[in-house]
């Protein structure tokens, strides 16, 4: 985008400058009608990578760390937002408390709101979690702004959120309780339950000057 800024900056200079220099009749219409004409064409490139912004937002690398150990493929939390859907975080080991899951989403942001979604089976998400903010403070470092506390499904909206944030982590508070050995979830994957989370679904304010709008990100 600025390279296009610097451009269409450039034409428009060109433009103006054959109109009021020195150059006489049709070269002179012609020369400034040329630059004219970039001037359009590099606004309407800029005009639509603005849009693809909007339509499709970058993540901006964005990072994915949690509290259990010697996680490699397919454990490692970056597959919990690689936004391939096919695919799902689970932790290496059963849940404990005071595990955690954090995303790093590389700049401070204004969001609506963060939901994390586990797979078909709801027992692999925590029965009690804590949900804590950050954001770098005028010292470039870690600063904690607050927290939300909830049960079973991991979801904070509104004014539980103290904008704008960098960072979010959900804690563990209380596990899920573990599973019955002839359930099918047990036959499948034990009777110790893990922490899932198949999709992060977070909302972002974008400000521009049309007002404020809803980005959304799906991880």
Not at 83 to 91: D, I, V
Not at 126 to 155: A, C, H
């Amino acid at each position: 985008m600025r390279v296009l800024q610097v451009m269409f900056g450039i034409f428009i200079g060109a433009c103006i400058g054959a109109s009021i220099q020195g150059m006489q009749g049709w070269y002179r219409i012609m020369v400034a009608g040329i630059f004219g004409g970039l001037a359009l064409i590099t606004l309407v490139l800029m005009g639509l990578l603005k849009l693809s912004e909007i339509l499709w937002p970058k993540r901006d690398n964005w990072y994915a760390t949690s509290s259990y150990p010697h996680e490699f493929p397919p454990d490692n939390p970056q597959i919990a937002i690689n936004k391939n859907r096919r695919e799902q975080w689970r932790s290496c080991d059963p849940q404990e408390e005071y595990a955690w899951f954090e995303v790093d989403m590389n700049k401070p942001r204004t969001i609506a709101s963060i939901e994390f979604l586990a797979d078909d089976h709801d027992i692999e998400k925590p029965k009690k979690w804590r949900m804590t903010f950050f954001r770098v403070d005028n010292n470039g470092l870690k600063q904690t702004l607050g927290r939300k506390d909830g049960e079973y499904n991991i979801f904070v909206r509104g004014r539980d959120i103290p904008n704008p944030i960098q960072w979010f982590k959900v804690e563990i508070k209380e596990i899920a309780e573990d599973m019955e050995a002839n359930t099918n979830y047990a036959k499948q994957h034990g009777t110790k339950v893990h922490w899932t989370i198949a999709l992060i679904r977070l909302k972002e304010y974008r400000f521009n000057m049309f007002g404020k709008r809803f980005c959304e990100h799906e991880l």
